[in-house]
């Protein structure tokens, strides 16, 4: 793959298209490790007298929305991460008007063109949109790993038409990862939790040699109560007969379930304080810790008690730990202990997709590209 970080190009006066994850809700700004990772790629280029034109989505808008613009982030950024050198946004898509207005661009500038996803044509990897998309450039950069297990056209397909790299923090991203799968000091302990109970019991099928023990939460905890034909009420989990029959199935030795929990309206929303007990004596013997999804309902400060426990457990522990999700690394970041996790990483579902060998198509993407 090529790193940008080990390129020998001249970046002088040229125009780079810097695909970032601004995949951002609303209010969640503060506390972004999306929003925290781009600049360095962007300084990367910059100094080097590159102009930069970043690209990125927001939501799954059907059509065109305010509500989805990328405009808002543009505007935080500039009061925060990019006081000294403001990006300038770009609202239309006349990519004429575009090119033009980047070619007359004084060297350092930066550019972020609006939502690409109010174009149905990025969502289905369209090429004839990822060559209007790499006509604006001269080089492509992916800085957006948390994205990079989707074929979009900004991600996979435009790859084919560009000189394209590897950005900064998705080399962290790869390395860090790429660490842990060719030497993960045991015990490995697992923790799985969030809302995609569906994502979790692909990437245990996956890692289930791997790892000598999984802690559960969230959607996953309740599937596995719910194969056992324990009630659940009306807590989220998943209802694929299959799963259900793996579940079944599996040594459930290396599977730690909660003991109790914080039930409200008739469902699961955090672990309880026995299974934080429970769950922070595995910790405390693992010598890697690999974590995706929070335990509860962290939205709501209540069932957020969980997570934060946890958090404090890994963050007092010396085992090498990653942390990945948008959710749990926010959170993290919120309580002010990202510098005390081993890596926090931006990718949740591409995380867990990337760990169990699943193909990537943005990574497959640099991999081809010349």
Same mark, same amino acid.
């Given at each position: 793959?090529?790193?940008?970080?080990?390129?020998?190009?001249?970046?002088?006066?040229?125009?780079?298209?810097?695909?970032?994850?601004?995949?951002?809700?609303?209010?969640?700004?503060?506390?972004?490790?999306?929003?925290?990772?781009?600049?360095?790629?962007?300084?990367?280029?910059?100094?080097?007298?590159?102009?930069?034109?970043?690209?990125?989505?927001?939501?799954?808008?059907?059509?065109?929305?305010?509500?989805?613009?990328?405009?808002?982030?543009?505007?935080?950024?500039?009061?925060?991460?990019?006081?000294?050198?403001?990006?300038?946004?770009?609202?239309?898509?006349?990519?004429?008007?575009?090119?033009?207005?980047?070619?007359?661009?004084?060297?350092?500038?930066? =550019?972020?063109?609006?939502?690409?996803?109010?174009?149905?044509?990025?969502?289905?990897?369209?090429?004839?949109?990822?060559?209007?998309?790499?006509?604006?450039?001269?080089?492509?950069?992916?800085?957006?790993?948390?994205?990079?297990?989707?074929?979009?056209?900004?991600?996979?397909?435009?790859?084919?038409?560009?000189?394209?790299?590897?950005?900064?923090?998705?080399?962290?991203?790869?390395?860090?990862?790429?660490?842990?799968?060719?030497?993960?000091?045991?015990?490995?302990?697992?923790?799985?939790?969030?809302?995609?109970?569906?994502?979790?019991?692909?990437?245990?099928?996956?890692?289930?040699?791997?790892?000598?023990?999984?802690?559960?939460?969230?959607?996953?905890?309740?599937? =596995?109560?719910?194969?056992?034909?324990?009630?659940?009420?009306?807590?989220?989990?998943?209802?694929?007969?299959?799963?259900?029959?793996?579940?079944?199935?599996?040594?459930?030795?290396?599977?730690?379930?909660?003991?109790?929990?914080?039930?409200?309206?008739?469902?699961?929303?955090?672990?309880?304080?026995?299974?934080?007990?429970?769950?922070?004596?595995?910790?405390?013997?693992?010598?890697?810790?690999?974590?995706?999804?929070?335990?509860?309902?962290?939205?709501?400060?209540?069932?957020?008690?969980?997570?934060?426990?946890?958090?404090?457990?890994?963050?007092?522990?010396?085992? =090498?730990?990653?942390?990945?999700?948008?959710?749990?690394?926010?959170?993290?970041?919120?309580?002010?202990?990202?510098?005390?996790?081993?890596?926090?990483?931006?990718?949740?579902?591409?995380?867990?997709?990337?760990?169990?060998?699943?193909?990537?198509?943005?990574?497959?993407?640099?991999?081809?590209?010349?």
């Amino acid at each position: 793959m090529n790193y940008l970080t080990k390129s020998k190009e001249n970046f002088k006066n040229k125009i780079c298209l810097v695909r970032v994850d601004l995949n951002i809700e609303k209010g969640q700004e503060k506390d972004s490790l999306r929003l925290n990772v781009i600049k360095p790629t962007v300084d990367f280029l910059t100094k080097r007298g590159a102009k930069i034109l970043l690209l990125s989505h927001r939501g799954r808008p059907i059509k065109k929305d305010r509500k989805q613009s990328l405009g808002l982030l543009a505007r935080y950024l500039n009061l925060h991460q990019f006081k000294k050198q403001p990006i300038k946004f770009i609202s239309h898509f006349d990519f004429k008007k575009i090119k033009k207005r980047l070619k007359a661009a004084p060297l350092k500038s930066v =550019f972020l063109m609006e939502n690409l996803r109010f174009f149905p044509e990025e969502q289905i990897n369209s090429r004839s949109f990822a060559k209007k998309l790499a006509d604006l450039g001269d080089y492509y950069v992916n800085d957006a790993f948390a994205v990079s297990h989707r074929a979009n056209a900004s991600i996979a397909a435009i790859a084919s038409f560009i000189k394209s790299f590897a950005g900064l923090q998705l080399e962290k991203e790869i390395k860090n990862l790429n660490g842990l799968l060719k030497k993960a000091e045991k015990p490995v302990i697992l923790i799985l939790g969030g809302g995609k109970p569906t994502d979790k019991i692909g990437f245990l099928k996956a890692f289930f040699l791997k790892a000598d023990y999984f802690l559960l939460g969230g959607g996953i905890a309740n599937t =596995f109560l719910a194969a056992q034909k324990l009630p659940i009420g009306n807590s989220l989990r998943d209802h694929n007969k299959k799963t259900l029959a793996f579940i079944n199935r599996i040594n459930r030795r290396k599977i730690i379930q909660p003991v109790d929990y914080v039930i409200n309206n008739k469902q699961i929303l955090d672990i309880g304080p026995k299974t934080i007990d429970l769950y922070s004596r595995y910790i405390k013997i693992g010598r890697t810790i690999v974590w995706n999804g929070p335990l509860g309902l962290i939205e709501t400060a209540r069932f957020a008690k969980g997570t934060k426990a946890i958090t404090e457990k890994i963050s007092q522990h010396k085992a =090498f730990s990653i942390v990945g999700g948008g959710e749990t690394a926010d959170f993290i970041i919120k309580l002010k202990m990202d510098k005390k996790i081993g890596f926090l990483s931006t990718g949740g579902g591409a995380m867990l997709e990337y760990l169990s060998g699943k193909p990537m198509p943005g990574l497959e993407a640099l991999n081809k590209s010349h």
